[in-house]
C-alpha cells in the first residue's frame, strides 16, 4: 500500500558527465537518495581513476616509444670498432676506449651539436 501513497524512487542526473543513477530499493526517498548519491559518487571516482590512468598510461608510451629501430640514439659496432650517435650523424672509433670511460670526444660532440 506505502508505493500508492508515496512516490519513494530517485534518479539523479549529473549534469557535467551526463551519468544517470536511480534508485528504489528502500521504502524511505531519503534512504533511496542517499543510495543514488553514494552510486553517483563511486562511478564519477571510477571514471576519474580510469581517466587518470589513461592519461598516465599515454604520457608513458609518449616516454617510453615504441622501440623501433628508427628511435635509436647510438650503435655500438663491436666488428668495425665504432659508435654511431644518430642524433647528430657522428662516429667515433676505439669503442673500447669509449666503454671504459673516455666520454669527453661524445660529450663534447653532442654539446656542440646541441647548442
Do not use: C
Amino acid at each position: 500500500q506505502n508505493v500508492n501513497k508515496v512516490e519513494t524512487a530517485v534518479r539523479i542526473v549529473h549534469k557535467p558527465t551526463g551519468v544517470v543513477v536511480a534508485s528504489q530499493t528502500e521504502r524511505s526517498q531519503n534512504a533511496n537518495k542517499e543510495n543514488a548519491m553514494s552510486v553517483l559518487r563511486s562511478k564519477l571516482f571510477e571514471e576519474m581513476q580510469r581517466q587518470k590512468a589513461e592519461s598516465i598510461g599515454a604520457l608513458r608510451k609518449e616516454q617510453v616509444g615504441s622501440g623501433d629501430r628508427s628511435e635509436k640514439i647510438r650503435t655500438y659496432n663491436f666488428p668495425d670498432d665504432r659508435v654511431t650517435d644518430h642524433r647528430i650523424n657522428k662516429k667515433w672509433h676505439n669503442i673500447t676506449k669509449i666503454l671504459e670511460g673516455d666520454l669527453d670526444p661524445v660529450v663534447s660532440a653532442l654539446r656542440e651539436a646541441l647548442k
